[in-house]
């Protein structure tokens, strides 16, 4: 099956030996397979919810700054912000290169540099710092001159599935551990108490999989020392875990 909503719904009807639906159904289903519906989102947001830094949920979002602005929304679907990427992009026509900002607190901002946003005097430029706004929202200081392309990276909450062409962010690869968690709110609505049970067991393992593959990384670096050995010569790797 297609890895849509459609085909994700399906997994789960087939497994309860539901009739399977088909794209001119879907929308107008009732009953145990809206519930099925249901089911495939509160798994997919049962995922999502388990870690903030997803890969699959990984943007890299550019904004373009508008003079005499100091002030910018995070996007609609934000979750976290990586404040370690904020950068201002090379521009030739706008004689800019292209520069990592510094990171200061909203405190910091209001002592030293919240003038800029009420004296037209105040010196503007290039930003070169950037703090987090109390109102979901950065801040660049100096402000901007010119129309200067800022992009930094953050995690996005993804939106529900509705039509049945739909795909989900998460990876096809994991597509059974979306089933097994859509499996146990079927069971639930059931009454199946006992293989609920056994279908959360399998996708709660199912996340943990996903996070060691994901998530948990181990690093190679070179070492340059040299050692002194009877047997061989050293490998001259060490390996970092986090």
Do not use: C
């Amino acid at each position: 099956m297609a890895y849509d909503f459609l085909g994700l719904v399906n997994e789960v009807n087939k497994r309860v030996n539901e009739v399977v639906l088909t794209t001119s159904n879907f929308a107008t289903v009732k009953g145990f397979y809206a519930h099925a519906q249901d089911a495939v989102n509160a798994s997919i947001r049962d995922i999502n919810q388990h870690e903030y830094n997803w890969p699959f949920n990984h943007v890299e979002q550019e904004d373009t700054l508008s003079a005499d602005v100091s002030r910018y929304p995070f996007p609609y679907d934000t979750k976290l912000v990586n404040f370690n990427t904020f950068r201002i992009k090379e521009d030739s026509s706008l004689g800019n290169s292209t520069q990592k900002l510094g990171i200061i607190t909203y405190e910091e901002y209001l002592e030293s540099y919240v003038e800029q946003e009420y004296n037209s005097t105040a010196r503007q430029g290039v930003p070169r710092l950037v703090a987090h706004g109390p109102a979901l929202e950065y801040i660049v200081t100096p402000e901007p001159d010119k129309a200067y392309s800022l992009v930094y990276e953050y995690y996005r909450v993804p939106v529900d599935l509705e039509l049945h062409d739909d795909v989900p962010t998460i990876p096809e690869r994991f597509k059974h551990i979306i089933v097994d968690g859509a499996m146990h709110y079927a069971y639930l609505f059931r009454g199946n108490t006992q293989d609920a049970l056994v279908a959360k067991e399998k996708f709660e393992e199912g996340i943990k999989n996903m996070r060691s593959t994901l998530i948990n990384r181990t690093y190679y670096v070179s070492s340059s020392m040299i050692t002194r050995s009877t047997t061989g010569a050293s490998s001259g790797f060490v390996r970092l875990s986090t």
